[in-house]
Structure formats: structure tokens, C-alpha cells
């Protein structure tokens, strides 16, 4: 069984070769998507459970204090508690609300993350589809969590969450611009936009260094605007604990409520991830053009544990913002959008532009 | 000013006003009726623009109901108190001050809570703190007895 | 015999009136607040209160004077040193009797650690609500160390019933003059940190400045006193203008701002603290030796007549009226509380913002509920 972790794909093509020597195509199809699929969703719910706990840690450790210590060494077990609690927890039924529509939300909201998360490339051959319009899908797919967070609080016939459903939609509605367009100066250096083409042209340096002032402009409007996509940080308004209970999911208990908050932790990995693929070079090693000794250090640790380290990094940073931050009022947090963000991203996009045209990138 | 003017300003303006000084602050007591004149005048005339209301309480006398004011003026830093009462227990009402000073809307609404006294001219005149489905009455009167809830030694 | 409510003129058609209490977490306190809503505009706020109402006044008119004492801890909690000295002022002030020096000094050390401590819970509190939820556990990080000072001292970390008519329950402990020295080095350096997490964000600023703006006059008419009218511009500080106990030998500044808005309410407090600790530096290497407590007869009965005290709380003024007929009890006790004449004024202040600016005005007005309803 051949398996480089510097290459996964002799591995994939192993599995691959054997299931179809062995069986017809047509199981062999259903074999390999059933692996994949299996795969996919025990790395959802690992990676799920992780970010909870990191978030716990981050969050007491900025705050002076230790965070979950006891159940488990070092609160390890802790959110697996937390699971089993939220699983045994009575499913409230509510009287008026619409119950087709307050029992699709939840699933609306996991399965969009769920297909969003299959295109990223986690290291040289782990890369699950790879359309050749790899971020236009990730960008589409992600905005049909927003249908999922309209329909929860509407169905839930409570003005609370009625509030919190119609600002957390104008939110993000708007904030969906300035990621589409921060992606798209980066498409243009790139002149592609398949995500395994974006991350192999990385191999002689970042994008963030290669296309400097246009790239880190936008690698910071993109911060901003992921953050607002994920309902996160200084933008959660519409989950506001403080002033409107709990947004547009305070009618969820239990597991419809585990997936909400699931989803947005995952959420939260797929803008990091997208962020580190396409700014910091995605499983690629730092390299330096031109330093072949050090390129080959670099080189020496495995392009998953590149592509981890780099998308745990910014997900920290995202945590970071969270906890030190007040919020941001809604009317504020809309015209930071359209009177700032907008212009100075369109801006970006034709300085980017110009740049290329004239080649004044490395 | 000081309180042998403040005491020739009030008697010039109401006559019957009885004044007693204490160690503290000048007491005048104003017939009910002409309250809410005297306490526009000195709070418009320029030289005791009384503009701060500190306290506002209501008290019960075994024969009457009474509600004493607590003012000052922040510019000159002199402080009175004007008193006023009505005899009527069934059914007290006396004038309110909201007009002059605002924060009377709130202490008068906790007067009526308490005892019993109406204000006319209040722009909203609720209890302020008792539910009353549960209590009824008037607790802060000498004659109020409520045999579960009030303990006596 | 029951009234009828007037109608308050809120349910009109075209409003949506929502309900933010009695339990939610930025009323701090059970406080029920209806709100008319257009949109996200508030058109009107009408605080209902009374959900916490225990008839301390009642109660004080068939209690000894020492007693009362215990029960004035509870109105607003996060002064309660100050309001034991209001009662005890008001009743010192009856029999004309003067205490020793040594206990002017505590009391006024006492006095503003307890307003150093409130206003760090009101900091707190202020972050959590406006979403920068570590504020809340800086400031009672600090906030321990003054409770820990009170617990060596007077035997209670919030509830703590020190004084009595005449000076002090005891003498203090040994170690109070190192400890509250200790704690202000500690605290020089920390509460510029205060001012890096918040007072400089631009996130913070956005919300507070030029939100929920009250004039020198409206203050005034509203009898907004405390850190809440100071920033209007009204002087109202009662150890600066009636002042008791060892405060007119002190030097301190009283922080006064024009623009009336949230954000000066702020700085008011901000400052406030600085202040406090300057004051307890003038006060706490000199402290004279003496008696803790004046000579009082076993049973305190008050001459008739009627007495008024006006102390300086953390939120305001705190009036005591006591009228005594002369006996031990007294005929009529009232509390003039600072936090409800601050919160008549919520509705001016609220009207034409939205929701998210109403939460950041009720917490820069800073009441504390068993205060409004006592």
C-alpha cells in the first residue's frame, strides 16, 4: 500500500485502482463516493469538536483564566460531553411556527457547508472535486446559508428572532460582495480560477508577497468580510446575546440547535481554509525563490501539516478579533460595507489589474 | 440669598406661608392651593432659580397627608424646603410639579404608590412600584394593616 | 381599591412593542423595559419597575437606629459602604455629635474604594454589553483585590455594615494600610490597560459618541446627578458642594464634560477613578490615632425633628430624610435614591436611537435596580 505523505495521490490512486479491479463500475462508484463521503463527514464532526474546544481555550486564555480542565486531561472530552448533552435535550416543538420550514433550516445550513468544504485542497492529491471554477462554486454554495438563517427565524414565529434573522440576512447578503470581490484580485494574478492550479502556482512564493500591496489589501478586506460571512467577531449582531437573547436560533434545542452552532464553526474553518489556499499558498511550503537550502528545509515537513498550521493560525486571528472587540452597531456595520469596503475593494481589483498587465508582480 | 430674604421673598408672595427655621434648611408651609405658584415663581425669578428638586417624600401626620419638597438652586447653592399638606384622607389630591421639574414625575407616581395622593396636571399618573392585584391600599400609611404579610412585634 | 391604568399611549397600531426584561442580561437587574419599536428605532421606553421592592422604608419605621444600618447595604449594593455613612451621618448629625478624626479618615478611605469598585463592575458590565465580553474579566480581576481588602477589614466582601452611629464597628485590621497601598500600585498600572481594550477602540467610539445626548438643563430638571450628569456639565458632586466628613480637606478635581453624550458619561467615570485613588493616597499614610467610635448611649433615640444628609454615592446623590418623633424608631425614613431619578431620564435619552444604542445608554447610566426600588 503505497502511501508518501508528501503525495497522497499514489494512495487515492491505489484505492481507486483496487476498487475497480475488484468489483463492476457501478459499485465500485457507489464504493468510492461511500468512502469519500464517510471520510468527509468523520473529518466534519473531528474538526467540529476541535474548533469548539479551541475556541473555549482561546477564548479563557485571553480572558485570565483556564477554560475546560476537568473532564478529561485538559478538558479534552469536554465538548464530546457537550454533544451528548445537546443530543439527550428535549426537541421543543413550537405551536405556531411553520413546522416544515422550522425543521428544514438547520439542514439547509449544515448541507451548504457540507458541499463547500469538499472542494478544498487539503494537501497534494487529498482534493476531493476539483471543478476548474473551484472558487466561484465555493462562493455560491456558501451563500445558500443564508436561506437557512431566513427560514429559521422566520419559522419561528418570535420577533426576537424575526429581528435577528432580518439583520443577520442583510448582513451577510451584503458582505458576500466584498469576499467575491477580494477573491477576484487574486483570481487575476492567478488568471485561474481552479483552486489546485491557484495553490501549484504559489510553489515560488505566496500570493500575498508575490502580488504585495493589491494582495495584502485584499487579504485584509477578506478577513474583515469572512468574519461578517460567518456571523463572527465584532459582526455578531444578529446572535447578540445581550440584547436579543439569541438571534434567529432561540427557538432551537437540542440537536437543531447543535447544528447551527456547528455549522458556524465550520464555516469559520472554510473562509480560513479559502483565505490560506488562496493568500498564503494553501499546502505549499514556504519558499523563497531562489534559496534552493532553504526551500528544502521547508520542504522537509508534510503539506498537510503546512495547510493545517496556516488555516489554524487565521482561525485564530478570527477568534482573536471575537473576544476583544465590542460589536458593531447594524447601520454601522453596513456602511462600513458599502461606503468603504466596496470602493476601496473595486479600486484593488483594477490596481491589481494594472499590475499584472504591466508584470510588476514577482 | 440668604434665609431671612428667602423668607421675605416667600411671605411677599404668599402671604399666609408659616416659616420656621430649623438648624438645617428654611421650612415653609404653603397652603396647598398656592404650591404650584410659588414654586414657578422661585424657580423663574432670577435671583433664586431654584432649578434642582433633590427630594420629594410624602409623609403621613395622623390628621393629614403631607408632601415635602427639597430644592435648591445650582447657581447660587441655597436650599429650602417647601411643605404642603391636605386633610382629606379619602380622597387626597394635591398639585403636581412636573411642569417645573422633571424629575417630580417619577417621586409623585411613588407617592401615589405609597399613600393615596393624587397630582392634578400629571402627564401620567400610574403606581409606580405595587402590583395591585396583590396589595390593596396604601402601605405607607400609619393605618394600614395587613395581617399575612406585615409582621408586628 | 384599584386603579385603572391610564393608557400609556403605546399600543398604537403601527408600533411593535417588544418586551426587554424583567430577566435578560444587560437590565442588570430585574427591570422590565417596554419598548415601541418602528423598524429599529425606538419611539418610546417605559420601565416598569418594582419587581425587586422590599419596603425598606417601611420596615426602617419600627427598627433601631443601628439596625437600619444593616438594611441600607442592601439598596444599591456596589456602595454599600457609602450608604452606611449616610445614615450614620444623618444620625450623628441629629445628636451633634462629632466623631474622631480617626474615623473621618477610614471612612472617607472606605468610601472610595468603594467607588473604585463600582465603577470597575460598572466597566465591566458597560464591555459585556456593548459585545467586548474580556472587558468583564479584567475588571473583576481587580475588583478582587478591593474585596479582599474589604473582607480583611470589615468582614464583608460587598455586603459590609462597618459603620454605626458614632464611628466604627471595629478598628481596622493591622494590615489594611500595606494592603491598600499594594493595591493602588497594582492598580496604577492596570487601568491604563482599561483604556487600551476599550476607551481608544474605534469600534467603541462609533457606539457612544453622540448617542443619547441630555443637556446641562434637562440633566438639572431630571435631577440626573453622579458620573450621569457630570457629563452633561451639571456640578452636582456633593463632597465638593455640602461636603462631610474629611472631604473639604482633600484635594481632588471634579471631571466635568460638556458634550453630554455616552461616551462623556464614559471618561466622567474613567476619570473618576483616577481620582479616587488620589484621594486615598492624601489619606491613607496619614490616618490618626484615636478612638474608632465616639461615646454613644446604649439606646440612640434622636431629638424630634426632621434631618436631611446628602452623601455622594457611586451613582449620585443619595439623600436620607429622617423625621423623628423621639423615640428609638424613626417616624419616617426616606431613601432618595440616585438610580431612579437617572433612569426617568432613559426615555428622553433613548427616543429616536436604535435597540443596540439603547442597551449602550441603560449602561452608561449605570443603575443598579434594589437602588430604584429599595
Known amino acids: 500500500m503505497p502511501f508518501n505523505i508528501y503525495d497522497f495521490t499514489s494512495f487515492t490512486q491505489w484505492i481507486d485502482k483496487s476498487l475497480y479491479d475488484s468489483l463492476s463500475p457501478l459499485w465500485a462508484m457507489i464504493w468510492e463516493m461511500t468512502i469519500i463521503g464517510v471520510a468527509f463527514l468523520l473529518f466534519y464532526a473531528v474538526i467540529g469538536l476541535f474548533l469548539v474546544y479551541a475556541e473555549r481555550k482561546v477564548c479563557a486564555f485571553m480572558q485570565c483564566r483556564i477554560g ?3 473532564v478529561g486531561p485538559y478538558g479534552i472530552i469536554q465538548t464530546i460531553a457537550d454533544l451528548f448533552k445537546l443530543l439527550m435535550k428535549e426537541l421543543i416543538p413550537i405551536k405556531n411556527a411553520d413546522k416544515f420550514l422550522f425543521n428544514l433550516a438547520p439542514f439547509i445550513v449544515i448541507i451548504t457547508t457540507f458541499l463547500a468544504i469538499a472542494a478544498i485542497p487539503f494537501a497534494k492529491g487529498l482534493h476531493a472535486i476539483d471543478f476548474n471554477i473551484g472558487i466561484f462554486y465555493i462562493l455560491a454554495v456558501s451563500s445558500m446559508s443564508v436561506i437557512g438563517v431566513l427560514l429559521a427565524g422566520w419559522s419561528s414565529n418570535n420577533k426576537y428572532s424575526l429581528i435577528g434573522a432580518m439583520r443577520s440576512g442583510a448582513q451577510i447578503v451584503s ?5 467575491g470581490l477580494s477573491l477576484i484580485t487574486i483570481i487575476v494574478l492567478a488568471g485561474s480560477m481552479q483552486l489546485s492550479t491557484i495553490v501549484e502556482a504559489q510553489a515560488d512564493g505566496w500570493f500575498i508577497f508575490k502580488g504585495h500591496i493589491p494582495a495584502i489589501i485584499a487579504f485584509i478586506i477578506y478577513l474583515i468580510a469572512a468574519t461578517a460571512e460567518t456571523n463572527r467577531g465584532p459582526f455578531d449582531l444578529a446572535e447578540a446575546e445581550s440584547e436579543l437573547t ?9 440537536i437543531k440547535f447543535a447544528f447551527f452552532y456547528l455549522a458556524e464553526f465550520i464555516n469559520m474553518f472554510i473562509v480560513a481554509s479559502i483565505a490560506a489556499t488562496v493568500f498564503w499558498g494553501g499546502w505549499m511550503p514556504f519558499h523563497i525563490g531562489g534559496w534552493e537550502a532553504f526551500n528544502n528545509i521547508m520542504d522537509y515537513i508534510p503539506p498537510f501539516i503546512w495547510f493545517f498550521g496556516k488555516t489554524f493560525f487565521i482561525i485564530f486571528i478570527i477568534m482573536w478579533f471575537k473576544w476583544t472587540f465590542p460589536r458593531l452597531r447594524i447601520d454601522q456595520l453596513l456602511t462600513l460595507e458599502w461606503k468603504y469596503l466596496l470602493p476601496i475593494n473595486l479600486f484593488n481589483v483594477l490596481l491589481m489589474a494594472f499590475i499584472v498587465l504591466m508584470g510588476w508582480h514577482f | 440669598m440668604e434665609n431671612s430674604q428667602l423668607k421675605e421673598r416667600i411671605l411677599s408672595l404668599v402671604p399666609e406661608a408659616e416659616i420656621v427655621e430649623t438648624k438645617q434648611y428654611l421650612n415653609a408651609i404653603i397652603p396647598k392651593e398656592k404650591l404650584h405658584f410659588l414654586a414657578k415663581s422661585l424657580r423663574e425669578a432670577e435671583d433664586t432659580s431654584f432649578d434642582y428638586l433633590f427630594c420629594l417624600t410624602g409623609l403621613d401626620l395622623m390628621d393629614s397627608l403631607e408632601v415635602i419638597y427639597h430644592i435648591e438652586s445650582t447657581k447660587y447653592h441655597h436650599c429650602i424646603v417647601l411643605k404642603t399638606s391636605t386633610t382629606d384622607r379619602e380622597n387626597p389630591i394635591l398639585d403636581s410639579v412636573t411642569d417645573i421639574w422633571h424629575t417630580a414625575d417619577y417621586h409623585e407616581r411613588e407617592v401615589f404608590d405609597f399613600f393615596g395622593i393624587k397630582f392634578n396636571n400629571h402627564p401620567d399618573m400610574r403606581k409606580l412600584f405595587l402590583d395591585e392585584t396583590r396589595i390593596e391600599g396604601f402601605p405607607f400609611r400609619k393605618d394600614y394593616v395587613d395581617e399575612i404579610n406585615i409582621v408586628e412585634r | ?23 435578560h442580561p444587560s437590565t442588570h437587574g430585574v427591570l422590565r423595559l417596554v419598548v415601541s419599536l ?5 419611539k418610546s421606553v417605559e420601565p416598569h419597575c418594582g419587581y425587586i421592592h422590599r419596603g425598606i422604608e417601611k420596615m426602617c419605621e419600627k427598627l433601631t437606629y443601628p439596625q437600619i444600618i444593616h438594611l441600607t447595604d442592601r439598596l444599591d449594593y456596589l456602595s454599600a459602604h457609602i450608604n452606611n455613612e449616610a445614615v450614620c451621618l444623618c444620625v450623628e448629625k441629629a445628636l451633634e455629635i462629632e466623631v474622631p478624626e480617626r474615623v473621618k479618615y477610614i471612612r472617607a478611605i472606605l468610601s472610595e474604594l468603594t467607588r473604585i469598585q463600582s465603577h470597575e463592575l460598572w466597566w465591566c458590565s458597560f464591555g459585556m454589553d456593548m459585545g467586548a465580553t474580556t472587558c468583564y474579566f479584567y475588571g473583576l480581576r481587580d475588583r478582587e483585590k478591593v474585596l479582599d481588602i474589604f473582607e480583611e477589614t470589615c468582614g464583608g466582601r460587598m455586603i459590609v455594615s462597618y459603620n454605626t452611629p458614632g464611628g466604627l464597628m471595629n478598628d481596622i485590621h493591622p494590615n489594611f494600610q500595606k494592603r491598600v497601598k499594594e493595591f493602588l500600585k497594582h492598580f496604577r498600572k492596570k487601568l491604563p490597560e482599561y483604556d487600551q481594550l476599550l476607551t481608544g477602540n474605534v469600534i467603541m467610539q462609533e457606539r457612544t459618541k453622540n448617542i443619547g445626548i441630555i443637556s446641562r438643563e ?6 440626573v446627578t453622579g458620573p450621569s450628569g457630570r457629563g452633561s456639565g451639571f456640578s452636582c458632586d456633593v463632597r465638593k458642594h455640602h461636603p462631610y466628613g474629611i472631604y473639604d480637606k482633600v484635594d481632588f478635581v471634579e471631571p466635568l464634560y460638556k458634550t453630554g453624550d455616552t461616551f462623556s458619561r464614559y471618561k466622567v467615570r474613567m476619570d473618576e477613578m483616577w481620582e479616587s485613588m488620589k484621594i486615598i493616597e492624601q489619606l491613607i499614610d496619614n490616618i490618626p490615632e484615636g478612638d474608632y467610635c465616639a461615646k454613644m448611649k446604649p439606646v440612640i433615640k434622636l431629638p424630634e425633628g426632621e434631618y436631611y444628609q446628602r452623601v455622594e454615592a457611586a451613582r449620585g446623590e443619595l439623600g436620607v430624610y429622617i423625621n423623628s418623633r423621639g423615640d428609638k424608631y424613626p417616624y419616617r425614613l426616606k431613601l432618595r435614591s440616585p438610580s431612579l431619578s437617572n433612569l426617568s431620564a432613559l426615555n428622553l435619552l433613548a427616543s429616536g436611537f436604535k435597540i443596540a444604542d439603547l442597551i449602550a445608554i441603560g449602561g452608561s447610566l449605570d443603575y443598579v435596580i434594589p437602588d430604584i426600588d429599595r
Open chain 1, 246 to 254: 439569541a438571534g434567529y436560533h432561540t427557538e432551537y434545542s437540542g
Open chain 3, 1 to 23: 381599591m384599584t386603579e385603572e391604568n391610564k393608557n400609556s399611549g403605546l399600543d398604537k397600531e403601527e408600533e411593535y412593542i417588544i418586551n426587554i426584561g424583567p430577566q
Open chain 1, 175 to 179: 458582505y458576500e460582495l466584498s469576499v
Open chain 1, 68 to 70: 475546560p480542565n476537568r
Open chain 3, 218 to 223: 434637562d440633566a438639572i430638571s431630571y435631577g
Open chain 3, 38 to 42: 418602528k423598524g429599529e428605532i425606538v
